[in-house]
């Protein structure tokens, strides 16, 4: 107690290094104390704040020195890591004290290039060049593009100041490259999005399915969770590749790229006939069963193993596999979310857990595993793909319900949804959006076809970037770059992917006169004139309680959550925690009463005829190109883990692609060579990496390299609208190739 405690009282103290900053504060001058330290204690004391790379959420204790993290330890206490942490984890200091940290504002003159700015020019700037587009032509004519690495209270922040007190309609972020299939196949399937699971079913399933998700790489320490699992369990794998996670299995299908519908639904007919469904849950929780088994009939196995690959005898071998499970588990991924079709991919590994009654129980269910620190809190709290909490724009009283919590006119609520990403990336190329404000996430890198993104990006009049560092490709591109508070230079909550809200703090300062993201929110509101709708947004713990209101009543409730200091205390607390609640367990899981979210308390099957993806491989392109995750040590675009030496030693330099061995031995390609990959979009040179990790006909690149989508393909599922990262049509060539 005593050392729980002494965080608390730590945490409080650290707070107060910045408090709320007021366009009034800042212009008086050595007020705030931009470029130095304020006044303060400074502990030589450790604390523990949530990791901010993966949504697993390591607890990771911090030691400070004169008030500053000079050093890092995994929390052995924290109910998530339990002591552990990956590379990227163990480096997370190194990024913040990179030379090219965004430190001053910058903005572009008419020579062409970035120059420093005070924050006064900038945020006079900024007002006058969206304002000015807004009036000639319309307020909807600018947007935001977001993120799932800023805190909650943050992302909640950016929703409403742009959507409530800048008129602006259309703002999205990058959760929709990733997340936005899980959102929605939930929605439909549960009447809430609202991933059921905790890390305790890793230990408690007998059956692990992983689908389209590779652990091992993209979520060590989940992965770790596997490992301590007493019950021999039998671990799965559904990707087309022979990923790392694929070769600590013991069962790996290798299907077909884009061929889960068919395959999911082939298991599930098989799964009929064997006699597997539980018709007394099926019956009592769930509703449209009978036109799902009518559904599934025509995908016999003969089927299955046309589209898949899977050959008859091994897909009985996993049908018998998951007969046998008491306690079955299914984790998806990218690459089932990044799909022309994911949302009904998702649903059809539901549906598998709905009829063979896996589901609420330990160690079962249909879990998604998401991917940055915050995907949960952007989810539900970034005011994009639902309003404030899991509430509807177009329902009144949703909006008179935040409009109440909030003490704002519910007129300023707009009453429908904004855009899609690519809706808005379409925007652009239209004409229709002409400034956009891009936060915390790099998408001239990280978007799909980017060589069609950036010749979009020029019909933009102002494009402003909000960064911790300057050098990103999409801050090069900029017309203003802010300069960005990075993780631990700031208070807020993370939820992880198991629903766990985590506290970061505020542990260093940050460099320049870089601010939170918090703060540049605050000043464009008093700088935009709308300050007074945010004038209870003082201090991300105020918000918070904000957000608890807005949370009251809805599934993700956690209104029983009194303050930042009792989730320091509990090491994370999971939604849902109504007020009221005395004594909850620190691992909870969803559903376990049966109850869903929908009007009637069902859980629903959704169904659809598979789909070919708008691109596969031809006879000039003539490979599938699948993209993911590289290795444990490289985070997304690299703007940060490339700033760490020790991480920078344990992944490759240069672009490689990954081509089966026996194919690159015909073709003569030895490892490391230059060779040529080219699909209809753009052709690129990257390293060969013959293994036997993909199939002939198949390569692999990772993301972490900005060539990768200068090559994929912009297709899109049609109900989440979330691109399709995971295949199109490449062929490769030899370096002495040239067109
Ligand atoms: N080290 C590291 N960890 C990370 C991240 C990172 O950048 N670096 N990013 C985080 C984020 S934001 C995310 S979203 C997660 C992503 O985590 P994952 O989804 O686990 O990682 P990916 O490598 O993107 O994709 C997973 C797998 O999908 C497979 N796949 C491709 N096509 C198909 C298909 O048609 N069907 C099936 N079944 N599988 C297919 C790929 O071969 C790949 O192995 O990782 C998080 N963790
Ligand atoms: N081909 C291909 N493309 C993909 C994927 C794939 O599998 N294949 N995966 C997709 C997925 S799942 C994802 S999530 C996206 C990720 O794509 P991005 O979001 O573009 O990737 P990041 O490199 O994480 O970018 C985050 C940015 O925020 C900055 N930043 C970090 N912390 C802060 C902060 O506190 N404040 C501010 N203002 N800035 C901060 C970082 O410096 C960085 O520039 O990529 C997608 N793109
Ligand atoms: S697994 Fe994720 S949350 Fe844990 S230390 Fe690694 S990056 Fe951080
Ligand atoms: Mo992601």
Redesign the pocket.
């Known amino acids: 107690m005593l050392e729980t405690g002494l965080k608390g009282k730590i945490s409080n103290m650290i707070r107060q290094w910045e408090g709320p900053l007021t366009r009034e504060l800042l212009l008086q001058p050595g007020s705030f104390g931009l470029g130095k330290v304020p006044e303060r204690m400074k502990p030589d004391a450790t604390t523990t704040v949530v990791c901010g ?3 697993t959420g390591c607890g990771l204790n911090l030691h400070l020195k004169d008030g500053e993290a000079i050093n890092l330890t995994p929390d052995t206490e924290y109910p998530v890591n339990l002591g552990m942490a ?1 590379p ?1 984890g163990w480096e997370a200091i190194a990024p913040l004290k990179a030379k090219d940290r965004a430190q001053i504002p910058l903005i572009k003159k008419s020579h062409g290039r970035l120059v420093p700015a005070t924050w006064h020019e900038a945020m006079t700037t900024f007002t006058e060049k969206f304002k000015g587009i807004q009036e000639k032509y319309g307020d909807e004519s600018v947007a935001f593009l977001g993120t ?1 690495q800023i805190t909650m209270e943050e992302l909640a922040f950016l929703g409403s100041l742009t959507k409530f007190g800048m008129n602006m309609l259309h703002g999205d972020g ?1 959760t929709r ?3 936005a299939t899980a959102v929605v196949s939930y929605k439909q399937a549960f009447g809430f999005d609202a991933p059921a699971y905790s890390y305790n079913d890793f230990e408690e399933s007998d059956t692990i399915i992983f ?5 091992c ?4 320490i989940m992965w770790e969770r596997v490992h301590l699992n007493q019950n021999d369990p039998e671990i799965i794998v ?4 022979k ?1 790392e ?1 694929a070769v600590a299995a013991n069962q790996h299908y290798p ?6 519908l068919a395959f999911f639904y082939g298991i599930a007919n098989q799964l009929v006939e064997k006699g597997c469904v539980n018709q007394e849950y099926v019956d009592k929780y769930t509703n449209g069963f009978e036109g799902y088994l009518e559904h599934i009939k025509k995908f016999t196995p003969e089927v299955v193993e046309k589209e898949s690959g899977i050959s008859i005898e091994e897909q009985a071998k996993l049908v018998d596999t998951i007969a046998k499970g008491e306690k079955v588990s299914f984790w ?8 022309h079709e994911g949302v009904r ?1 998702a649903q059809s590994i539901i549906n598998i857990a709905l009829m063979t009654g896996n589901i609420g129980r330990p160690g079962a269910g249909a879990n998604s ?4 620190c915050n ?1 949960m809190g952007s989810r539900l709290f970034s005011n994009t793909t639902n309003l404030l909490g899991g509430h509807d724009f177009t329902n009144p009283e949703h909006r008179e319900k935040i409009a109440k919590v909030l003490d704002i006119p519910v007129e300023t609520i707009p009453d429908k949804l904004g855009w899609a990403y690519d809706q808005i990336v379409e925007g652009i190329s239209q004409g229709k959006i002409k400034g956009l404000w891009v936060i915390a996430t790099n998408s001239a890198h990280s978007w799909i076809n980017q060589k069609g993104f950036r010749d979009v990006l020029q019909n933009l009049e102002y494009l402003v970037v909000q960064d911790m560092y300057s050098t990103t490709e999409t801050a090069e591109l900029a017309d203003m770059v802010l300069p960005a508070a990075a993780w631990a230079e700031k208070d807020g909550i993370f939820v992880n992917s198991e629903r766990r809200l985590g506290l970061v703090k505020k542990v260093r300062k940050a460099p320049g006169e870089a601010l939170s993201d918090f703060n540049i929110f605050r000043l464009i509101s008093s700088y935009w004139g709308c300050a007074e709708l945010f004038s209870k947004w003082t201090s991300p713990e105020a918000v918070f309680h904000l957000l608890k209101q807005c949370s009251k009543g809805q599934p993700c409730d956690f209104s029983g959550i009194k303050d930042y200091r009792m989730i320091d205390d509990n090491g994370g607390i999971q939604w849902p925690l109504p007020q009221g609640t005395e004594n909850f367990e620190r691992e909870r899981r969803l559903f376990e009463d049966n109850k869903f979210y929908h009007a009637d308390g069902k859980a629903k099957f959704l169904y659809e005829d598979p789909r070919k993806p708008l691109e596969v491989p031809c006879q000039e392109y003539d490979h599938w190109l ?11 675009t690299q703007t940060r ?1 490339k700033k760490s030496p020790v991480l920078r030693k344990l992944y490759p330099n240069d672009v490689y692609v990954e081509i089966n061995a026996s194919e690159a031995r015909k073709k003569g390609i030895e490892a490391s060579e230059w060779i040529w990959v080219i699909s209809r979009r753009g052709k690129i040179k990257a390293r060969a990496c013959p293994c036997y990790h993909v199939k002939e006909g198949q390569v ?1 690149m ?3 390299y900005n060539e990768t989508n200068m090559l994929t393909f912009p297709s899109f599922d049609k109900y989440s609208r979330q691109p399709s ?3 199109c049509a490449v062929k490769i060539k030899k370096e002495e190739y040239w067109e």
């Open positions: 790379f993966c949504s990956c990227k799932g990058n490259q990733c997340m689908v389209g998700a590779n652990p790489i993209a979520h060590p559904i990707d087309p590749r990923t996670t299907i077909t790229p884009k061929s889960d998806w991924t990218m690459g089932v979310n990044q799909s991919v595993i998401t991917g940055q995907a699948m993209t993911g995750r590289g290795t444990s040590s490289q985070w997304h883990t692999f990772p993301m972490h990262y995971k295949a």
